[in-house]
T-cell receptor
Framework: KQEVTQIPAALSVPEGENLVLNCSFTDSAIYNLQWFRQDPGKGLTSLLLIQSSQREQTSGRLNASLDKSSGRSTLYIAASQPGDSATYLCAVSGGTDKLIFGTGTRLQVFP | EPEVTQTPSHQVTQMGQEVILRCVPISNHLYFYWYRQILGQKVEFLVSFYNNEISEKSEIFDDQFSVERPDGSNFTLKIRSTKLEDSAMYFC?????????????FGPGTRLTVL
């Protein structure tokens, strides 16, 4: 059974820092991995999707990498801003319809 | 930009009552999903729906739950007899395709409180 874990659970950093969020999964047979952002009381916004055949994806200040063989993904956020404060979720798809989510990393960026 | 919408944003109900949560997926999407998130816990898959039938469901999605696409735009989740443990945030999602490039687009959620 696929299990997805994210560390750290919470992170508080000053504005401008580069930071790395980690996601690990137990079954390497995945279709893709997605990173989402969740603001308090709001829905999930898809940030990046990495197909199983890819090693990384970039969007603006965000870069996500995937190492399928070791069951790991990282989300790198460059030059963090207070507006980046949110919970970041990773989710894997194993080729069926469902996404399996991690517990998330709650990020706070203070001015 | 097209988005998934959900109504109501917050629903309060008494235990044992029926509730219907409504979603309007992105208009040209074909695949529809419901997830839920109990406070402080992971987002969990409930059910997926394609071509007017359930394509996959989780253990959570028992006989108390049903889904329907009553017309060309709405997608609903019905809970027949709510329990206290059904209190959660319910998210609807849709996607235009299946496969490795599939991105599921999520709505803002309905917070269900069962008293």
């Amino acid at each position: 059974k696929q299990e997805v874990t994210q560390i750290p659970a919470a992170l508080s950093v000053p504005e401008g820092e580069n930071l790395v969020l980690n996601c690990s999964f137990t079954d390497s047979a995945i279709y893709n991995l997605q990173w989402f952002r969740q603001d308090p009381g709001k829905g999930l916004t898809s940030l990046l999707l990495i197909q199983s055949s890819q090693r990384e994806q970039t969007s603006g200040r965000l870069n996500a990498s995937l190492d399928k063989s070791s069951g790991r993904s990282t989300l790198y956020i460059a030059a963090s801003q207070p507006g980046d404060s949110a919970t970041y979720l990773c989710a894997v798809s194993g080729g069926t319809d469902k996404l399996i989510f991690g517990t998330g990393t709650r990020l706070q960026v203070f001015p | 930009e097209p988005e998934v919408t959900q109504t109501p944003s917050h629903q309060v109900t008494q235990m044992g009552q029926e509730v219907i949560l409504r979603c309007v997926p992105i208009s040209n999407h074909l695949y529809f999903y419901w997830y839920r998130q109990i406070l402080g816990q992971k987002v969990e898959f409930l059910v997926s729906f394609y071509n007017n039938e359930i394509s996959e469901k989780s253990e959570i999605f028992d006989d108390q739950f049903s889904v329907e696409r009553p017309d060309g735009s709405n997608f609903t989740l019905k809970i027949r007899s709510t329990k206290l443990e059904d209190s959660a945030m319910y998210f609807c999602a849709s996607s235009g395709r299946r496969g490795p490039t599939d991105t599921q687009y999520f709505g803002p959620g309905t917070r269900l409180t069962v008293l």
